[in-house]
């Protein structure tokens, strides 16, 4: 079976190149990152997701997963070459595609046969063509009359249930015009195939924009029940009940209308962004889109108001803050809701006891522990002696707190829970103000 290659062990290469070694496939990971190669080797994975280490270990010891730090030799020993590495945001909201590029031109500058080089990463529409022109023109240069498709292949995947996701897909999208690119592609996910997954096979750009607007139409929903949710208060209506109504209508669907503190993460923020980005420079606005990003900048700046409106200040006062990623069962914290409010709340004077189970070591890459910023070991060393709790993340270990416990080391018995995990009525009994978010207060 012809190997393949992953450039880039981020989080979409490792997770996607490891369950394609356990579909079969002989893979072979890369990165320029010597120190990420040697752990990754010894079966360490260089973050946290569940299952993955297994995965990982498990593949590595049968043979058909290797890890390198040698891009040469594994282009050469590869016939499928996959592109992941990272697209993060420029400051005008564009993607950066500085790695894409510099990966597709060393390919280029070094292939000696035939190639199918598949875009992973998440690239605006074009990128593929872009990339194809680059590497045809090198060829041409080199004068090599070789043949190297470039598809478009985006991934789907969620942080925290990747292997899941990879192994029960709703679909998977491939970008090209070649016949013999699509058959090589439909052999490397042929587990899936032979599953009857949904295989929708585009042109590169189609392929492209479906990355953006699906990311973009669940940021939408997460953004609409949010903006719904400060009505919900204002009106004196439950979000929780209206999103249970809304979403029992099939054509709506009840998936992704958890009203929250704002959506986070790697992908909704920068993937939305890029997408108004590109549509401004294609001389075609897209309005909802743009509403969104701005809808969730607002709900982000509303929970900072909601804690410190009920609490009068918080100049001087201590929070306790139980949960740092932008999700649960993830240690990430890239552009988490949390980062905003904390950011909020200590410019207002607040100091804050911190606590999530995976997320604090990357958390103090952003705020080190000072005065300030306190990380603690626990939920309950957080609370105490703090003026209030306010529960971001919605990780199991925060369903079923101790309120008895919590009520004896507070200083006031507040509690925000802005992800809605728990039922008011149950914290009232315990002698607690409750705050949701879109619930009755
Ligand atoms: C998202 C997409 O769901 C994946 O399909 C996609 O592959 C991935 O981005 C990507 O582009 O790489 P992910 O960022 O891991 O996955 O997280 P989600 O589960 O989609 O959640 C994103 C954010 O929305 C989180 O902050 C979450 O708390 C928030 N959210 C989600 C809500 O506030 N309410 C909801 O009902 C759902």
New binding site residues.
């Given amino acids: 079976m012809a190997k393949i290659c992953f450039v880039g062990l981020g989080?979409?290469g490792l997770v996607t190149g490891t369950c394609l070694a356990d579909f079969g496939n002989h893979v072979i990971g890369v990165d320029s990152d010597k120190a990420r190669i040697e752990s990754l080797a010894q079966g360490i994975v260089p973050f946290y997701e569940p299952g993955l280490d297994d995965y990982v270990a498990r593949n590595l010891e049968n043979g058909r997963l290797a890890f390198t730090d040698d891009l040469l030799g594994a282009i050469n020993a590869s016939r499928i070459i996959f592109i992941a590495v990272g697209t993060p945001s420029s400051s005008d909201g564009s993607a950066n595609l500085d790695a894409v590029f510099n990966a597709a031109r060393f390919i280029a500058e070094h292939v000696t046969d035939e190639k199918i080089l598949v875009v992973k990463s998440?690239v605006p529409v074009g990128t593929c063509s872009d990339i194809d022109r680059l590497v045809r023109g090198i060829l041409d240069q080199r004068g090599l009359a070789i043949r190297v498709d470039v598809v478009s292949n985006p991934?789907?995947?969620?942080?925290?249930?990747?292997i899941y996701?990879f192994t029960h897909p709703d679909k998977v999208v491939i970008g090209t015009e070649s016949a013999s690119a699509q058959e090589a592609l439909k052999q490397v996910y042929r587990v899936l195939y032979l599953n009857e997954t949904p295989f929708v096979f585009v042109n590169r750009e189609t392929s492209e924009l479906i990355?953006y607007a699906?990311?973009a139409f669940?940021?939408m929903?997460?953004s609409f029940?949010?903006e719904l949710s400060g009505l919900c208060e204002k009106v004196g209506a439950n979000v929780q009940d209206l999103a249970r109504a809304i979403g029992r209508d099939g054509r709506i669907g009840s998936?992704?209308?958890?009203?929250?503190?704002?959506?986070?993460?790697?992908?909704?923020p920068k993937?939305t962004k890029a997408l108004a980005y590109m549509a401004n420079k294609a001389e075609n606005p897209l309005k909802l889109v743009e509403a969104t990003i701005a809808a969730n900048e607002d709900q982000k700046a509303r929970m900072v108001r909601k804690i410190t409106d009920k609490l009068g200040t918080v100049t001087g006062k201590t929070l306790a803050i139980l949960g740092l990623t932008?999700?649960p069962n993830?240690d990430d914290v890239r552009d988490?809701?949390v980062l905003d409010i904390i950011e909020g709340l200590l410019e207002k004077g607040a100091v804050l006891k911190v606590f999530d189970p995976m997320g604090m070591k990357n958390m103090q890459v952003y705020y080190p522990h000072n005065s300030k910023i306190m990380y603690c070991n626990s939920e309950y060393s957080a609370t105490e002696s703090s003026d209030a709790l306010i529960i971001t993340?919605?990780w199991h270990q925060f369903r079923n707190l101790d309120f008895t416990r919590l009520g004896s080391i507070l200083k006031s018995k507040i509690i925000f829970d802005l992800?809605n995990i728990y039922d008011p009525a149950l914290i009232r009994s315990f002698g607690f103000e409750y705050i949701g978010v879109g619930v009755i207060s």
């Avoid at 991934?155 to 990747?162: C, D, K, N, P, V």
């Avoid at 998936?255 to 909704?268: D, I, M, N, V």
Wanted: with cysteine; proline share 5%.
């Fill in positions: 989080y979409v998440t991934e789907f995947l969620r942080e925290g249930t990747s996701d990355k699906n990311n669940l940021a929903k997460v029940i949010n998936k992704f209308l958890h009203a929250g503190p704002g959506y986070g993460g790697s992908c909704f993937d932008f999700k993830t988490s809701p993340t919605e992800r």
